[in-house]
């Protein structure tokens, strides 16, 4: 099992990625959005489609960056409760299974990131 520091420095990590994907991804929707309002001569319901089909994309990572953030918020609250002195066994028992669910939260919050990440990546496979 990972640190407290490893926890710390793994959550902060993970902050910053789903920061940066509910900003890349309401940027994305903004621009596949403009991107509806001047249709090519050429082809105008393929590119249509291809744009839907990344927005619907971009849509997913903007909603994997918001399901992450109860269980970012959850993993900052346990932080908070393991900072608390502790001096007795019991005590120590108590905050091993705090960094547990810890590492549960954060590995839950990890994964809805990554698909973030990955849905964004699909939706930045066409060039607008």
């Keep these: 099992m990972l640190t407290e520091i490893e926890l710390r420095e793994?959550?902060?990590?993970?902050?910053?990625?789903?920061?940066?994907?509910?900003?890349?991804?309401?940027?994305?929707?903004?621009?596949?959005?403009?991107?509806?309002q001047t249709l090519p001569e050429l082809n105008p319901d393929e590119y249509l489609r291809m744009v839907r089909g990344a927005t619907d994309d971009a849509m997913m990572a903007a909603l994997s960056y918001h399901r992450s953030l109860p269980f970012l918020e959850t993993a900052r609250s346990l932080l908070e409760c393991s900072s608390q002195p502790s001096s007795s066994a019991e005590n120590e028992e108590w905050r091993e299974q705090l960094m547990f669910r810890l590492n549960e939260v954060l590995e839950i919050a990890a994964d809805l990131i990554a698909e973030g990440e990955e849905n964004l990546a699909s939706s930045e496979r066409i060039d607008v």
């Design 10 to 36: 793994r959550m902060a990590n993970l902050r910053q990625r789903a920061l940066d994907v509910g900003s890349r991804s309401k940027a994305r929707i903004d621009t596949l959005i403009t991107a509806t």
